[in-house]
């Protein structure tokens, strides 16, 4: 059923739809120039009136058109206040600099009435002439006079200095002179308070008093670092009292400068000190910093993260003196720590909740600092048994002896289980509601805690994370702490190594468990290692960690379960490894015995079948061959042994189902690897005589593959029987220097070439073609060295680019080519 209109039907609805968008057009436009006419401002009388506002203009007067959009006229780049703000900024600088010119280079010029009536004057009316200019309603033309008058007031105290008391100490008249400004600016801001320049100039100014105080050494002047603090406590003081927010931003700055070169001086005095009296002072004064800091994150919340550093000022200023008390890098650290444990306790006093992160996280970073200062000694206990490889059974113990006794070893597990205590504890911190603060703050929920405020359970787990690990290497490091002898420190270390898998795989999941496993795998590695020291213990320790992992293992359940087996697996080949090495066998020899563990990972997986941890096992297993073959390669003989055991265990593999597409290949390889070295070992200079025997009854056996499959690939039936002969055969003739048997090859090579084109078998065509290929240019090489020989040396280059022009021109053509070649042999079987 044809439903379309007529034309001259479709063009009348046509027109009455573009009538309807037009009156709808026109009302919506109409709409539009009131609302536009509501948000003008009124015009005053005799103004210009203000230009149009860009948008769609009247409908367009052809029937059914649209109005075209029209663009505003272009307005100016810049508005008039920047105009003005640069005008006025161009100004005060070029006075200011044309004052400093007549201060240092016209001064000499007049005498000293002269010279101070002048200053003097122009000083008394750039500063006076902002309150007549402020009246006006001249904000930023005040601001501009106003700083000029700042900058003449500090050249009217240079000129003081140079003319009336140039006799005074520099240092001390500048202390006065800044202290003086600084008065002098902030009396002058308060009168004009709608000025923003002269109070944050008067802060600025205040910063040098004291310091430069304190530079001239004199008898009352006080150290630098007691100036510093000073100052800014003083600039502390303007932040909490004050309101305008660029003097409080101004002061806030400058007491994190002046404070932060407090804290440093007094941290590398405390630090340099060499007796408690000597650390008495920098003490005191990192902590009046702390005060300082932690009076100020309290009252100003936005900057609360100050109490960190309140906290870690705390902690070095008294543990400074600890640190002069006490022997040894060591004890210091711990007490550092103890510092560090003793902030954290702060946590659960009665303070204003913001200061509780900044104090958590100093008493955090100064336990972290303290562990892995600790750690050194746990690394070098798990890496120390690694010197064993070069000296295997010798029955001297490989752990590390240092120079130290145990005193002074001792505190670095001691900051280890510190450490651990602290994370143990914060993690069943559950937090009790803290008061509010002075200043409103809410009171938080008991079920968030006081140490953890969000994300609570990540960081608990987290936190026992880490105190497992604490401890487990504080455990480690005792045997190099007290001197252990070499039995006892096997046993040592072997205990952790054991009782950590089987935690995990009671466990089953979670971030403990995966800790656990870490630990006890990287301790595993260290004990196996430091157990090669003798014979007796080698042999038990690797036998007890194949044990454990299995018994472990077999607990499990998932990923964990396959790790564990893989791991008893590795266990294993070092076992029969130091069994091969107690039988004293040559490297060639100890191969087979390495066999069995593959064999056994074999048998295993044919137990396990689609188990998840049957695939890993057995490629782990397959590890321990190949580490067979490799000592087995300097003697070709048991080579091609090695080659047909793996082969044998390959074919037994392949009989699963599940394992046979890889397994079956493999399998076919090793054995025809092993009859090329077994060739090879035995100086056959007749390869064919032995792998013709083997090739045609193969090529039986493949046709009849074919026969009852004919979807079978063709090097499945007959890739092994083809290369069983024609590689060896091309290995030997590639080292006849005689012609018939590369003739022979190549007329075989080419009879298999031509029978796989015809069948249309690609594994006949390409071993064919690849054996053809390789036995003609065996024959060719010479001449072609000869031919290269007699050419110039510049004709082999230029054929080479030649033939990549040629290439470049045809590429297109040359991609077809290949994808058709392709496609024919895809096609082939």
Not at 170 to 186: D, E, M, N, P, R
Not at 245 to 274: E, K, Q
Request: charged content about 10%.
């Amino acid at each position: 059923m044809d439903n379309v209109p007529p034309p001259a039907e479709e063009l009348g609805i046509l027109d009455r739809e573009l009538r309807q968008l037009d009156a709808r057009r026109a009302q919506l436009l109409t709409r539009r120039a009131w609302l536009l006419a509501a948000l003008q401002p009124p015009v005053a009388p005799g103004a210009p009136p203000a230009p149009p506002r860009a948008g769609f203009g009247p409908p367009n007067s052809a029937p059914g058109g649209f109005g075209r959009p029209f663009a505003a006229p272009a307005g100016p780049d810049t508005s008039p206040p920047g105009v003005q703000n640069v005008l006025l900024t161009l100004g005060g600088i070029l006075l200011t600099v044309a004052a400093i010119a007549f201060t240092l280079v016209s001064w000499g010029a007049m005498g000293i009435g002269g010279r101070s009536a002048v200053l003097g004057a122009v000083t008394v009316a750039a500063l006076g002439t902002p309150y007549a200019l402020l009246r006006r309603g001249l904000v930023a033309t005040a601001e501009s006079i106003a700083v000029l008058g700042l900058v003449l007031m500090v050249l009217d105290a240079y000129a003081l200095h140079r003319a009336v008391l140039p006799e005074t100490d520099g240092l001390g008249y500048a202390a006065f002179a800044s202290a003086a400004l600084a008065a002098l600016w902030s009396a002058y801001g308060l009168w004009l308070p709608r000025l923003h320049t002269p109070l944050p100039a008067a802060v600025v100014a205040a910063q040098l008093p004291l310091p430069l105080w304190a530079l001239t050494a004199g008898a009352g002047a006080p150290p630098m670092e007691w100036a510093l603090l000073l100052t800014a406590a003083l600039d502390v003081a303007v932040v909490v009292w004050t309101r305008p927010v660029p003097v409080r931003v101004t002061a806030g700055v400058a007491a994190a400068v002046t404070g932060g070169g407090a804290l440093l001086i007094g941290a590398f005095r405390s630090l340099a000190a060499d007796s408690p009296s000597a650390a008495a002072n920098p003490a005191v004064l990192l902590v009046a910093a702390a005060a300082v800091a932690l009076f100020t994150a309290w009252r100003v919340p936005a900057v609360a993260g100050v109490s960190a550093v309140a906290g870690l000022a705390a902690v070095a200023g008294v543990g400074g003196v600890v640190r002069a008390t006490v022997p040894g890098v060591g004890w210091a650290v711990i007490g550092y720590l103890l510092c560090g444990t003793a902030l954290m306790a702060v946590v659960r006093a009665p303070v204003p909740r913001r200061l509780l992160p900044g104090l958590a996280g100093a008493s955090a970073v100064v336990h972290a600092a303290s562990a892995l200062m600790a750690l050194p000694l746990s690394a070098l206990a798990l890496a120390g048994p690694v010197t064993a490889l070069t000296d295997v059974w010798s029955g001297t113990s490989p752990l590390p002896d240092p120079d130290s006794t145990a005193t002074t070893l001792l505190p670095a597990p001691l900051a280890l289980l510190i450490t651990a205590a602290v994370l143990v504890a914060a993690s069943h911190d559950r937090g009790t509601p803290s008061a509010a603060d002075a200043t409103g703050s809410q009171p938080p929920s008991a079920a968030t805690g006081t140490m953890w405020p969000a994300r609570g359970d990540r960081l608990r787990t987290a936190a026992r994370c880490g105190a497992l690990v604490l401890v487990w290497a504080a455990f480690v490091a005792v045997p190099v702490v007290f001197g252990f002898g070499h039995s006892a420190a096997v046993l040592w270390q072997l205990a952790p190594t054991l009782g950590l898998p089987a935690a995990a795989a009671w466990r089953q999941s979670g971030a403990m468990t995966s800790t656990a496993l870490a630990c006890a795998l990287t301790g595993s590695v260290s004990v196996a290692l430091l157990s090669l020291a003798t014979r007796p213990a080698t042999f038990a320790v690797l036998g007890v960690l194949v044990g454990a992992c299995v018994v472990a293992a077999v607990r499990a359940r998932g990923p964990l379960q396959a790790l564990l087996a893989c791991t008893a697996t590795v266990f294993a080949t070092g076992f029969a490894g130091a069994a091969a090495a107690a039988l004293e066998l040559p490297a060639h020899r100890a191969a087979p015995l390495l066999l069995t563990v593959p064999a056994l990972t074999a048998l295993l997986g044919a137990r396990l079948r689609r188990h998840p941890a049957a695939l890993p096992v057995e490629v782990t297993g397959s590890g321990a061959a190949l580490v067979a073959l490799l000592l087995a390669a300097g003697h070709l003989p048991t080579l091609a042994l090695v080659l047909a055991l793996c082969g044998v265990i390959a074919a037994g593999t392949a009989v699963r189902a599940e394992r046979r597409p890889v397994a079956g290949y493999l399998a076919v390889a090793l054995f025809v690897l092993a009859t090329w070295v077994r060739l090879a070992a035995s100086d056959v200079v007749a390869p064919e005589a032995y792998s013709l025997p083997v090739t045609v009854p193969a090529l039986a056996v493949g046709a009849l593959r074919r026969r009852k499959d004919p979807q079978a690939s063709s090097w499945t039936a007959y890739g092994p029987g083809l290369a069983a002969t024609l590689v060896p055969s091309l290995v030997a003739a590639w080292g006849d220097e005689h012609w018939l048997r590369p003739l022979l090859l190549g007329v075989a090579a080419l009879a298999v070439t031509l029978a796989g084109a015809r069948l249309r078998l690609q594994a006949l065509l390409m071993l064919g073609g690849a054996v053809l290929a390789l036995d003609a240019l065996h024959e060719l090489a010479p001449y072609v060295v000869q031919a290269v020989g007699a050419l110039p040396r510049w004709l082999p280059p230029a054929l080479v680019g030649l033939l990549l022009l040629a290439v470049g021109a045809t590429y297109e053509q040359r991609l077809r080519d290949a994808r058709k070649l392709r496609e024919s042999l895809g096609r082939m079987r």
